[in-house]
């Protein structure tokens, strides 16, 4: 897999209207926001800085009118961690505008099988996350631009088997 010499922050830093994220994990608790996730898990509320500093780039992008959106692909039971994810780190970046939708594949075939996790930004920059299959991070890989129209047709075909997070939580949420 050839690779830009462009980081993810770079592309954070610089697209100019949209940013796309397809999750597909059930369990990214090794990678990133631990001890919250073992509050979540204790039962304590959920900290009032919770996410801040990611709620606060948010709002850096979407005030300028960019759109930050991402589709979670997933089945029921959902795990203690996607209960978490969702519960507090969706619901929190909503706040900042993020937007979310969940494509459930629980009683369905998967329409995107063996697809990464990746962002894409402004339909030509995509970088796929890395993980090891306890969902720790790895890093991100930037593709060259000529793979970006095979990642935007991901992102189209994952949005239109996906509904908004919130019409989706109001029927399966913890």
């Known amino acids: ?11 954070f830093d610089s697209f100019e209207y949209e940013a796309f994220r397809l ?6 608790s090794k990678s990133g926001n631990v001890d919250a996730y ?7 509320p959920q900290p009032d800085d919770y996410n801040a500093g990611w709620v606060e ?19 029921r039971p959902l795990t203690d961690y996607l209960c978490f994810e969702l519960g507090w780190g969706y619901r929190k970046n909503m706040t900042g505008g993020e937007e979310f939708f969940i494509l459930d594949i629980t009683d369905k075939p998967n329409p995107l099988p063996g697809v990464p996790d990746f962002w894409c930004f402004d339909s030509k920059s995509v970088a796929v996350m890395n993980y ?5 991070y790895l890093g991100s890989q930037v593709l060259e631009p000529d793979r970006a129209a095979e990642f935007v047709r991901y992102r189209d075909t994952a949005l239109a088997h996906a509904e908004p997070f919130t019409e989706w939580w109001a029927k399966y949420g913890a």
């Open 1 to 11: 897999m050839t690779t830009s010499s462009k980081t993810l922050g770079d592309l």
């Open 38 to 44: 073992h509050a979540y898990l204790a039962g304590e």
């Open 23 to 28: 999750e597909t994990l059930d369990d990214y």
């Open 132 to 136: 090891d299959g306890a969902g720790k």
């Open 57 to 75: 780039e948010l709002r850096s992008h979407t005030e300028k009118g960019k759109r930050v959106y991402r589709v979670h692909l997933l089945s």
